[in-house]
């Protein structure tokens, strides 16, 4: 008691007995249980295992007692070695160990870290796991220390996925882990620097899966990211490769995507072919409708392209075998002997409310576009009819007035017509 009187008075060396665990001084209590003392901490010491002030279930108390015999000389020793390497850093300074950290930001809290130092102009403690740790005080020391703008790295000297402890560092710290194993001292002995093995969960595409592997590296103080969101250093970033995977995997799904659209469109208009060569044969058509119901299921796939299953649109002697003529310069679908007689055909095809006409337009922009085969004599004759179309329509004359409705349909399977479909030459109100 003359002791804990002298500490009130400022004598801090008045010390006669000493907790093992959180280096407090203790007194002996004044109260007896029939022949029984005991020991009492000289002041709160919260994160103390062996502090009488905690209100704890039995359970819990013997938890933390369990620690704190578990962690006394190899405790001991890890801190020592931590502490001792630092020291030898010349980026580092202010190394201790079990200092008492006091909050600047919360009056009456503080925290022990195992050891602490400033790396460089960088705040930063170590904590040792060797056994059980509550979550919760995982958590509350994190909090302090993010609060007080102290990085904190939490050190396990065993690479053990079975604990508990180490999985949920490994998901609160990108899936990070600094164990401090016999491997980790023999490289730092080597490298004259304190050394970790990191061990990383990295996320890995195969097969346009993603799976995640436990790696590990050599880690030095020199190769750890120190973020001021949550001052939980980390030296591999799960998230951002992760991100990074999943974006080269969606490019990956999109090529392919893309590849089997256009493999998709070839199909169909070979499907087409097939149909109007064999002279509109019903067995051939469920070949088309079948390579639409593939291209439906693609990301690409809009409703404009609803017509390639419209009859009005691929049926006989309408707008798909026409273009299909011009494109590739022989009647398909057709029973005549050339190309400009599906031409002069298809100028007086009709639409419902819109009129006779109604593709002419159309049929002389793929005739531009394709440069079909035709006489002399056929060439000077469209021309003509051309500027007779093209003067009527600027008259705002409705005989040559052009159905827009199958244009994204048919920009999508002969794309050279886009230029022209882009404009609203011959779009005129019904």
């Not at 190899?74 to 010349?90: C, D, Q, V, Y």
């Amino acid at each position: 008691m003359a002791a804990r009187v002298a500490r009130r008075k400022g004598d801090a060396s008045a010390v006669r007995y000493q907790c093992a665990i959180c280096k407090l001084p203790l007194y002996l209590s004044r109260r007896q249980a029939g022949e029984n003392r005991w020991f009492v901490h000289d002041g709160k010491s919260e994160d103390c295992p062996w502090y009488e002030g905690h209100r704890l279930t039995p359970e819990q108390i013997k938890a933390l007692i369990y620690r704190g015999q578990q962690e006394g000389k190899e405790h001991l020793r890890i801190k020592k070695f931590i502490a001792h390497w630092l020291g030898k850093n010349p980026a580092v300074s202010q190394v201790s160990q079990e200092t008492t950290t006091f909050s600047e930001v919360v009056k009456g809290e503080w925290r022990r870290p195992d050891v602490k130092c400033l790396y460089g102009d960088i705040p930063l403690v170590f904590e040792v796991q060797l056994s059980y740790t509550f979550l919760s005080e995982v958590i509350a020391r994190d909090e302090f220390y993010r609060r007080e703008g102290i990085f904190i790295i939490w050190v396990f000297c065993q690479f053990e996925l079975n604990r508990a402890a180490v999985m949920d560092e490994a998901f609160f710290n990108r899936r990070n882990l600094f164990v401090l194993d016999s491997d980790a001292m023999k490289d730092t002995v080597e490298r004259q620097a304190l050394s970790f093995t990191g061990y990383h969960q990295r996320p890995q595409l195969r097969d346009q899966k993603i799976n995640d592997i436990w790696m590990s590296r050599v880690i030095g103080l020199e190769n750890v990211i120190y973020p001021q969101d949550t001052y939980r250093p980390y030296f591999f970033d799960y998230d951002a490769e992760l991100k990074r995977l999943e974006s080269e995997r969606l490019e990956v799904w999109r090529t392919e995507q893309s590849l089997e659209w256009d493999n998709g469109i070839q199909d169909y208009l070979a499907a087409a072919a097939k149909y109007y060569e064999s002279d509109y044969a019903k067995e051939f058509k469920p070949q088309m409708l079948a390579a639409v119901d593939r291209l439906y299921d693609n990301i690409n796939w809009h409703r404009g392209y609803e017509d390639l299953r419209n009859e009005a649109f691929f049926g006989y002697h309408s707008v798909l075998p026409a273009l299909l003529s011009i494109c590739r310069n022989k009647p398909i679908g057709y029973k005549v002997t050339s190309v400009y007689q599906v031409i002069e055909s298809g100028l007086r095809n009709g639409y419902p409310n819109v009129g006779q006409h109604a593709f002419a337009v159309l049929y002389l922009w793929a005739y531009k576009e394709y440069r079909p085969t035709v006489s002399d004599k056929n060439r000077k004759w469209l021309k003509d009819y051309a500027h007779q179309v093209k003067h009527s329509i600027e008259a705002q004359e409705l005989t040559y007035r052009r159905y827009g409705g199958f244009d994204e349909t048919i920009e999508l399977l002969f794309p050279e017509l886009a230029t022209h479909l882009a404009t609203d030459f011959g779009l005129m109100n019904t």
